[in-house]
Protein backbone atom coordinates (compact mmCIF):
# COMPACT_ATOMS: atom_id res chain seq x y z
CA UNK A 1 0.00 0.00 0.00
CA UNK A 2 2.49 2.15 0.51
CA UNK A 3 4.52 1.81 -2.50
CA UNK A 4 1.34 2.30 -4.47
CA UNK A 5 0.08 5.66 -2.95
CA UNK A 6 3.05 7.01 -2.37
CA UNK A 7 6.81 5.98 -3.12
CA UNK A 8 5.36 4.78 -6.86
CA UNK A 9 3.94 8.41 -8.07
CA UNK A 10 6.79 9.53 -6.78
CA UNK A 11 9.37 7.33 -8.30
CA UNK A 12 8.05 7.52 -11.99
CA UNK A 13 8.22 11.26 -11.77
CA UNK A 14 12.25 10.18 -12.83
CA UNK A 15 14.19 8.18 -14.92
CA UNK A 16 14.14 4.35 -14.06
CA UNK A 17 18.00 4.50 -14.69
CA UNK A 18 18.34 7.04 -12.14
CA UNK A 19 16.01 5.70 -9.52
CA UNK A 20 17.78 2.65 -10.04
CA UNK A 21 21.32 4.19 -9.47
CA UNK A 22 20.14 5.68 -6.68
CA UNK A 23 18.43 3.02 -5.08
CA UNK A 24 21.88 0.89 -5.70
CA UNK A 25 23.53 3.88 -4.01
CA UNK A 26 21.37 3.84 -0.96
CA UNK A 27 21.85 0.43 -0.73
CA UNK A 28 25.39 0.16 -1.05
CA UNK A 29 25.49 3.05 1.61
CA UNK A 30 23.16 1.56 4.37
CA UNK A 31 25.60 -1.96 3.70
CA UNK A 32 28.42 -0.45 5.23
CA UNK A 33 27.04 0.31 8.27
CA UNK A 34 26.25 -2.68 10.96
CA UNK A 35 23.93 -0.50 12.66
CA UNK A 36 22.18 0.20 9.15
CA UNK A 37 22.03 -3.88 8.13
CA UNK A 38 20.89 -4.78 11.64
CA UNK A 39 17.84 -2.19 11.43
CA UNK A 40 17.11 -3.57 8.15
CA UNK A 41 17.07 -7.09 9.09
CA UNK A 42 14.77 -6.00 11.79
CA UNK A 43 12.37 -4.26 10.00
CA UNK A 44 12.22 -7.06 6.55
CA UNK A 45 14.13 -10.33 7.73
CA UNK A 46 11.54 -13.22 8.31
CA UNK A 47 12.94 -16.82 9.07
CA UNK A 48 10.35 -19.68 8.83
CA UNK A 49 11.59 -23.72 9.40
CA UNK A 50 9.08 -24.55 6.57
CA UNK A 51 11.36 -21.98 4.29
CA UNK A 52 14.73 -24.09 4.23
CA UNK A 53 15.59 -26.07 1.23
CA UNK A 54 18.30 -27.65 -0.88
CA UNK A 55 19.02 -27.83 -4.42
CA UNK A 56 21.43 -29.34 -6.27
CA UNK A 57 23.58 -29.74 -2.79
CA UNK A 58 23.14 -25.82 -2.45
CA UNK A 59 21.33 -24.89 0.95
CA UNK A 60 18.91 -21.93 0.85
CA UNK A 61 17.46 -21.02 3.99
CA UNK A 62 14.22 -19.66 1.57
CA UNK A 63 13.77 -20.15 -2.13
CA UNK A 64 12.58 -16.37 -2.88
CA UNK A 65 15.77 -15.15 -4.28
CA UNK A 66 17.23 -11.92 -6.69
CA UNK A 67 17.93 -12.56 -10.15
CA UNK A 68 20.84 -10.57 -12.08
CA UNK A 69 20.16 -7.58 -13.50
CA UNK A 70 19.40 -5.71 -10.23
CA UNK A 71 23.04 -5.54 -8.75
CA UNK A 72 25.45 -5.73 -11.97
CA UNK A 73 28.76 -4.83 -10.05
CA UNK A 74 28.22 -6.14 -6.50
CA UNK A 75 28.06 -3.38 -4.43
CA UNK A 76 25.16 -4.83 -2.44
CA UNK A 77 26.06 -7.83 -1.30
CA UNK A 78 26.04 -6.50 2.91
CA UNK A 79 22.69 -5.26 2.32
CA UNK A 80 20.53 -7.81 0.20
CA UNK A 81 20.96 -10.77 2.63
CA UNK A 82 19.00 -8.84 5.44
CA UNK A 83 16.32 -8.04 3.13
CA UNK A 84 15.52 -11.70 3.64
CA UNK A 85 16.65 -12.94 0.56
CA UNK A 86 17.14 -16.62 0.08
CA UNK A 87 20.23 -16.00 -2.40
CA UNK A 88 21.11 -13.39 -5.12
CA UNK A 89 22.69 -13.16 -8.22
CA UNK A 90 24.88 -10.73 -9.38
CA UNK A 91 25.47 -9.41 -13.08
CA UNK A 92 25.61 -10.20 -16.10
CA UNK A 93 29.34 -10.04 -15.58
CA UNK A 94 32.06 -9.86 -17.99
CA UNK A 95 35.50 -10.47 -18.65
CA UNK A 96 36.49 -6.86 -19.57
CA UNK A 97 34.70 -3.72 -18.85
CA UNK A 98 31.62 -2.23 -20.56
CA UNK A 99 30.24 1.04 -20.37
CA UNK A 100 26.56 0.04 -22.23
CA UNK A 101 24.80 0.99 -24.74
CA UNK A 102 24.81 4.80 -25.14
CA UNK A 103 21.61 6.79 -24.70
CA UNK A 104 18.61 5.94 -22.73
CA UNK A 105 18.39 2.12 -21.26
CA UNK A 106 15.23 1.66 -19.67
CA UNK A 107 11.80 2.39 -20.74
CA UNK A 108 8.59 1.93 -18.39
CA UNK A 109 5.64 0.21 -19.76
CA UNK A 110 3.29 1.60 -17.02
CA UNK A 111 0.00 -0.54 -18.88
CA UNK A 112 2.03 -3.39 -19.08
CA UNK A 113 3.46 -3.19 -15.52
CA UNK A 114 7.01 -4.01 -17.34
CA UNK A 115 9.83 -2.51 -18.31
CA UNK A 116 12.42 -2.74 -21.26
CA UNK A 117 15.92 -2.93 -20.61
CA UNK A 118 18.51 -2.10 -23.44
CA UNK A 119 22.47 -1.45 -20.71
CA UNK A 120 24.72 -3.63 -23.52
CA UNK A 121 25.99 -5.36 -20.51
CA UNK A 122 26.60 -2.49 -18.80
CA UNK A 123 29.08 -4.15 -15.95
CA UNK A 124 32.54 -2.97 -14.10
CA UNK A 125 34.28 -6.67 -15.24
CA UNK A 126 35.24 -9.92 -13.88
CA UNK A 127 38.35 -8.81 -12.22
CA UNK A 128 36.89 -5.59 -10.68
CA UNK A 129 33.30 -8.23 -9.42
CA UNK A 130 36.19 -10.72 -8.08
CA UNK A 131 37.84 -8.16 -6.17
CA UNK A 132 33.84 -7.48 -4.42
CA UNK A 133 33.09 -11.36 -3.57
CA UNK A 134 36.54 -11.94 -2.46
CA UNK A 135 36.13 -9.04 0.30
CA UNK A 136 32.85 -10.37 1.51
CA UNK A 137 31.88 -13.28 3.01
CA UNK A 138 28.05 -14.19 2.25
CA UNK A 139 25.41 -15.35 4.30
CA UNK A 140 23.36 -16.51 1.73
CA UNK A 141 24.15 -18.43 -1.36
CA UNK A 142 25.55 -15.98 -4.32
CA UNK A 143 25.22 -16.67 -7.98
CA UNK A 144 27.64 -15.45 -10.71
CA UNK A 145 25.27 -14.34 -14.34
CA UNK A 146 28.52 -14.73 -16.69
CA UNK A 147 28.40 -13.23 -20.50
CA UNK A 148 30.75 -12.50 -23.18
CA UNK A 149 32.05 -9.41 -23.42
CA UNK A 150 29.55 -6.41 -25.42
CA UNK A 151 32.99 -6.23 -27.97
CA UNK A 152 32.40 -7.26 -32.11
CA UNK A 153 35.47 -9.01 -32.18
CA UNK A 154 34.92 -11.59 -29.83
CA UNK A 155 34.04 -14.08 -32.15
CA UNK A 156 33.52 -18.05 -32.51
CA UNK A 157 36.26 -19.73 -30.58
CA UNK A 158 37.60 -16.52 -28.67
CA UNK A 159 34.17 -15.68 -27.85
CA UNK A 160 34.53 -19.36 -25.49
CA UNK A 161 37.78 -18.46 -24.27
CA UNK A 162 36.24 -15.21 -23.10
CA UNK A 163 33.60 -17.09 -21.28
CA UNK A 164 36.03 -19.51 -20.00
CA UNK A 165 38.66 -16.63 -18.67
CA UNK A 166 35.35 -15.33 -17.00
CA UNK A 167 34.10 -18.54 -15.27
CA UNK A 168 37.83 -19.12 -13.85
CA UNK A 169 37.91 -16.18 -12.33
CA UNK A 170 34.41 -16.02 -10.56
CA UNK A 171 33.49 -19.52 -9.83
CA UNK A 172 35.66 -20.33 -6.57
CA UNK A 173 34.07 -17.39 -5.43
CA UNK A 174 30.34 -18.52 -6.25
CA UNK A 175 27.62 -21.37 -4.83
CA UNK A 176 26.40 -21.35 -8.76
CA UNK A 177 27.69 -20.17 -12.10
CA UNK A 178 24.45 -18.98 -14.72
CA UNK A 179 26.12 -18.79 -18.05
CA UNK A 180 24.10 -15.86 -19.86
CA UNK A 181 24.26 -17.13 -23.78
CA UNK A 182 21.49 -14.32 -25.36
CA UNK A 183 21.56 -10.65 -24.52
CA UNK A 184 19.78 -9.26 -27.69
CA UNK A 185 20.63 -5.72 -26.82
CA UNK A 186 24.21 -6.12 -27.70
CA UNK A 187 26.31 -5.93 -30.34
CA UNK A 188 26.42 -10.13 -30.98
CA UNK A 189 24.36 -10.57 -28.12
CA UNK A 190 22.75 -14.05 -29.98
CA UNK A 191 26.31 -15.48 -30.54
CA UNK A 192 25.41 -18.48 -29.05
CA UNK A 193 22.60 -19.19 -30.65
CA UNK A 194 24.22 -21.41 -32.87
CA UNK A 195 24.59 -24.86 -31.29
CA UNK A 196 27.57 -26.07 -32.69
CA UNK A 197 29.39 -23.15 -31.08
CA UNK A 198 26.75 -23.42 -27.59
CA UNK A 199 27.84 -27.24 -27.33
CA UNK A 200 31.65 -26.30 -27.39
CA UNK A 201 31.46 -23.80 -24.65
CA UNK A 202 28.84 -26.35 -22.61
CA UNK A 203 31.79 -28.67 -23.11
CA UNK A 204 34.53 -26.36 -22.06
CA UNK A 205 32.91 -25.14 -19.22
CA UNK A 206 32.41 -28.99 -17.70
CA UNK A 207 36.35 -29.94 -18.49
CA UNK A 208 36.85 -26.66 -15.99
CA UNK A 209 37.85 -27.39 -11.99
CA UNK A 210 34.55 -27.99 -9.96
CA UNK A 211 33.90 -25.86 -7.19
CA UNK A 212 31.47 -25.54 -4.05
Known amino acids: ML ?22 ALGEFLGKSRVARAAVRAICSTRMPSLPTTVAGIQFRNPIGLAAGFDKDARLLRILPEIGFGFMEVGAVTRHPCPGNPGKRLLRLPRDKSIIVYYGLKNIGAEAVRNKLAATPMPIPLGV ?51 HLLRDLLQEIGKEKKYG
Open 145 to 195: NIAKTNLPHIRGDKSIEDYLATYRLLAPLAAYVTLNISCPNTQDGCTFQDP
Open 3 to 24: YQKLLRPILFKFDPEFVHNRTV
